[in-house]
């Protein structure tokens, strides 16, 4: 843990203002940490929400699901850690949690309409059904709407 001296009054607003800044994370450790925050698996929060003048944001990583992990292979220095993060890249990773947010509950809404019965457990509903809905117009030789 890094320690500073009080006396210093000068090294202490020097390291204040560094803080407030931010640090940027590198290509390699953003794009994973914006494939967490698309998974929803960071919470960001502005480091001093009374300042206007401090864009920095806190960013604490949680650990992914053991699927994701596997496949994402995350940095243990990112995960399970909290992050004092630049403005620009925090601004990023909001934009990315809320697109992550609409398609993942877009993938949900799908998946609760679908039937899974019918396409298993009755042969010729899944095949009739491309037949049924491209089949009538060209095979019956009727013409479209003039």
Same mark, same amino acid.
């Given at each position: ?24 994370? $590198? ?36 650990? *992914? ?8 292979? *995350?940095? *243990? ?8 993060? $630049? ?12 697109? =992550? ?22 042969? =010729?509903?899944?095949?009739?059904? *491309? ?7 060209? =095979? ?7």
């Amino acid at each position: 843990m890094k320690s500073l001296r009080v006396s210093n009054l000068a090294a202490i607003r020097n390291e204040l203002q560094k803080y407030k800044k931010g640090r940027k994370l $590198d290509i390699r450790q953003f794009n994973q940490l914006a494939r967490l925050a698309w998974l929803g698996r960071v919470v960001l929060q502005p480091l001093d929400p009374e300042d206007p003048e401090c864009e920095a944001a806190l960013v604490y990583v949680q650990e *992914p699901d053991e699927l994701a992990g596997h496949f994402l292979d *995350p940095d *243990p220095d990112l995960v399970g850690r909290m992050h004092i993060l $630049d403005g620009a890249q925090a601004r990023a990773l909001v934009r990315i949690l809320e697109q =992550g947010v609409r398609e993942r509950a877009k993938l949900y809404e799908s998946l609760a309409r679908r039937d899974f019965y019918f396409a298993h457990f009755f042969e =010729g509903a899944a095949d009739a059904e *491309p037949e049924r809905s491209g089949g009538q117009a060209q =095979g019956a030789g009727e013409e479209g709407p003039r």
